[in-house]
């Protein structure tokens, strides 16, 4: 091999060195921003949906997968019995693409590819939790900056009934405990006493709310639970025992 071919080839080599690391600090880059957004979002008392992480992302200008309209309106994505994005979750529909969306841009649909490629980058970074929203998507954020029960309680807001059986079965469950129907009146709930009324009357019809129940104190304060995890007798003890220590703190 002649010198200058050992100098082309050596010029080659480099080149292909200095595009892999670049690649790599890109994709870390990319990973960062991602996580970031989730961040950024938890701080702001907000979810992070896949959507809102990848139209920043595009707004960063990185790199993003081409995304193309799913087959549902909805924007959920389908997982098979481990938690992976099934194979057949949406079907590319390029056709259907409304007139000046490009592809991956803020608001537009994403694609199986696009659900897998960012769903695999926010579950690799350390910090970020997620969880199932009530509509059926994922949704992230950084349980150090916004925490699981208060996730939780923010992606319910639009369901009273939800909102207050799950706040009702998880005090039951994890202190134990019956919590009083004012608390619901109380942030981060908000709910007004109309809401708190028909979510009470919509789980006494329900055979799914069964377990939710309620206990009077004396002095006529109501306490909910689930007799799921609080059997009656403790529950009215623990109920008087609340509002004796209220009382008299």
């Known amino acids: 091999m002649t010198a200058a071919a050992r100098a082309e080839q050596a010029g080659h080599t480099a080149r292909a060195e200095q595009a892999e690391l670049t690649e790599k600090a890109g994709q870390e880059g990319l990973e960062e921003a991602a996580a970031k957004a989730v961040r950024e979002a938890s701080r702001e008392g907000r979810l992070a949906s896949l959507e809102d992480v990848l139209a920043k992302l595009d707004a960063l200008g990185f790199q993003i997968p081409c995304a193309c309209p799913p087959t ?5 994505v389908a997982h098979d019995d481990n938690g992976n994005i099934a194979d057949d979750a949406y079907v590319r529909e390029s056709d259907q693409r409304a007139p000046g969306m490009q592809p991956g841009g803020p608001g537009s649909p994403l694609d199986k590819k696009a659900w897998a490629w960012l769903a695999g980058i926010l579950s690799s970074q350390p910090g970020i939790g997620c969880f199932e929203s009530l509509s059926g998507r994922t949704v992230y954020h950084d349980p150090a900056l916004l925490s699981r ?101």
């Open 72 to 76: 549902t309106a909805a924007n959920t």
């Open 149 to 249: 029960t208060y996730a939780l309680i923010l992606d319910r807001k639009g369901s009273p009934v939800a909102l207050m059986a799950g706040e009702i079965r998880a005090n039951s469950r994890e202190y134990p405990r019956p919590v009083p129907v004012e608390l619901f009146e109380a942030p981060p709930f908000d709910l007004t006493p109309i809401e708190i009324e028909h979510a009470l009357k919509t789980m006494a019809a329900s055979p799914d709310f069964q377990d939710i129940t309620f206990t009077t104190t004396p002095s006529g304060v109501a306490y909910l639970f689930s007799t799921t995890h609080l059997e009656r007798v403790y529950a009215e003890f623990l109920a008087q025992r609340a509002e004796s220590l209220a009382m008299n703190p």
